[in-house]
């Protein structure tokens, strides 16, 4: 299934069969809701109130491809250097912005290990997970 979907100021493309960055899948998750419990004085038991909406996971899993591994680890280490230790939105190929979002855990999960494209066409390719989360509203 691909996708598109865009982190802070990279638009990641449909599937395609060139060099670049490709949307594999895209799952917003569902948000937490902030639980807090009071135990409020001269009261048997607790008060428990939902406190908002929490934040929310998203899991984005993005294909490179590329001429050579060199150049599948320089488009990773772009993505990896714009998106750590900043605070981004995501436009999600749900048609809904996540806003205040931050990169989990500062590198990637590797999903599928390089290899090549097809017998004759000379590229290879990778697949990472990104995990990120978000503690801003849902546009």
């Given at each position: 299934m691909a996708?598109?979907?865009?982190?802070?100021?990279?638009?990641?493309a449909a599937t395609s069969f060139a060099e670049g960055r490709y949307g594999v899948s895209f799952h917003s998750g569902s948000p937490r809701v902030n639980i807090a419990t009071y135990h409020p004085p001269g009261i048997t038991g607790d008060y428990t109130s939902s406190d908002g909406e929490g934040t929310r996971n998203i899991r984005a899993r993005i294909r490179y491809r590329a001429a050579d591994r060199a150049t599948l680890k320089g488009l990773m280490h772009t993505?990896?250097?714009?998106?750590?230790?900043?605070?981004?939105?995501?436009?999600?190929d749900d048609g809904k912005s996540y806003a205040r979002c931050r990169l989990d855990n500062d590198q990637p999960r590797l999903i599928e290990d390089v290899r090549g494209v097809q017998k004759n066409s000379r590229l290879v390719q990778v697949i990472y997970e990104w995990s990120f989360t978000c503690y801003g509203e849902v546009t």
């Open positions: 996708c598109t979907f865009t982190i802070k100021d990279t638009a990641i993505d990896l250097a714009a998106w750590t230790d900043n605070v981004f939105t995501i436009a999600g």
